[in-house]
């Protein structure tokens, strides 16, 4: 399944760089998603973008800005980081509320 | 307030045996969606089957299965003839398709260890 695909798939930074990640789905929807998956801890919605619009912000730090260019591409900058923001980055989209679809995730260490 | 649980953290069992991996929601609304997700250790979640509030009907696809039940608010899957692929985490999901947040509630999802 090729449907939502994530770029890259493993991240090592330090603390100091700055680094994005892509998402970009073929599914032809308009809301596309940002989760965090940390070990022993439940996912977390990040963020939420319906038509390129950003509708979902759920009290992230500003060390991680998205940005939704259009309905296909979702990006998430990163930057100052810290060890604890290790985590599984996944993105999915959807359309409307319908079922999400999810990428394989971006595996983020921070040294 | 809305809550999925998933009170399974981990099973195993020997393949081919027959496991069932709970469910219970809680929820006001009078419409809402349940899904169960699959995240394989490639940490893809692949989703696996999505029920309509209004809709009770059991489903079965191959050998999965999924029993709804809102008397007991539970919407339960099961595994028949369980295989060493099978091995993955599953997640029960929770959303209110009206309410305009986009939200999924999740659980802790439940580690299924098929053994060979």
């Known amino acids: 399944e090729t449907g939502v695909t994530q770029t890259p798939r493993h991240l090592v930074m330090g603390m100091t760089n700055k680094k994005s990640l892509k998402c970009e789905q073929h599914?032809?929807?308009?809301?596309m998603y940002w989760y965090k998956q940390s070990a022993k801890k439940p996912l977390e919605l990040m963020f939420v973008?319906?038509?390129?619009?950003?509708?979902e912000n759920n009290s992230v730090p500003s060390r991680f800005s998205p940005e939704c260019p259009n309905s296909s591409h979702l990006f998430l900058h990163l930057h100052t980081l810290q060890p604890e923001d290790s985590a599984l980055y996944l993105c999915?989209?959807?359309?409307?509320?319908?079922?999400?679809?999810f990428g394989p995730g971006t595996r983020l260490t921070v040294l | 307030a809305q809550k999925v649980t998933q009170a399974q953290t981990e099973i195993s069992v020997v393949e081919k045996e027959d496991v069932t991996l709970d469910c219970v929601y809680e929820t006001r609304d009078t419409t809402y969606y349940l899904f169960w997700y699959k995240q394989p250790p490639s940490g893809e979640l692949v989703f696996l089957i999505r029920r309509n509030s209004f809709d009770e009907q059991n489903e079965i696809s191959g050998r999965y299965s999924w029993n709804f039940q809102k008397s007991t608010s539970s919407f339960n899957f099961t595994i028949t003839a369980s295989q060493v692929v099978d091995s993955a985490v599953y997640f029960c999901?929770?959303?209110?398709?009206?309410?305009?947040?986009?939200?999924?509630?999740f659980g802790t999802g439940t580690r299924l260890k098929v053994l060979a």
């Open positions: 999901a929770l959303s209110d398709p009206t309410s305009g947040t986009y939200k999924y509630i």
């Open positions: 599914l032809g929807h308009n809301a």
């Open positions: 973008y319906s038509l390129e619009e950003r509708v």
């Open positions: 999915a989209s959807s359309q409307e509320e319908d079922t999400q679809y």
